[in-house]
């Protein structure tokens, strides 16, 4: 809990939310960029799972590389509302994997670079923990009267 009678506690939980914050600014600029840079193969593990037409694909793939792009931007600009939208994001992102996996369309991670091929099970637990971060961070915000 941050009050001002406890300084050191106050700074620890700040200190830890700004490094969370910056390393979830880094992992979406990273698998934004990827993706655009891989454009093909973002658009063929798609193509893969069979939910999506070959058209809809094309609009899907620069949509989500978009909204990646532009989540780094709100993050930057206005850390608690760009929290608020990572932790939708990326809860729709868990719910999507999930639901391929219930239905046998989870093949790999698609989201390239370093995370390109990840197991079900993996994909899962860095979403789970990328979640996690984001609660933490928002909370440490929310509580704050300064933003982080």
Do not use: W
Not at 116 to 141: E, M, P
Request: proline share 1%.
């Amino acid at each position: 809990m941050l009050t001002k009678r406890d300084p050191i506690s106050r700074n620890y939980h700040v200190i830890i939310a700004y490094s969370l914050y910056y390393f979830i600014m880094s992992f979406i600029t990273y698998t934004s960029v990827n993706k655009a840079l891989n454009l093909q193969s973002f658009r063929i593990n798609i193509l893969k799972t069979g939910l999506f037409s070959e058209t809809s694909i094309y609009y899907i793939s620069i949509t989500v590389i978009v909204l990646e792009i532009g989540l780094v931007l709100i993050l930057f600009l206005n850390k608690k509302l760009g929290f608020s939208l990572f932790l939708v994001m990326m809860l729709f992102f868990t719910g999507y994997i999930t639901y391929l996996r219930l239905n046998g369309l989870y093949e790999v991670c698609g989201c390239g670079g370093i995370l390109n091929g990840l197991s079900y099970s993996y994909h899962l637990l860095i979403n789970l923990c990328l979640i996690s971060a984001g609660l933490y961070c928002f909370n440490i915000i929310s509580r704050s009267k300064d933003e982080i």
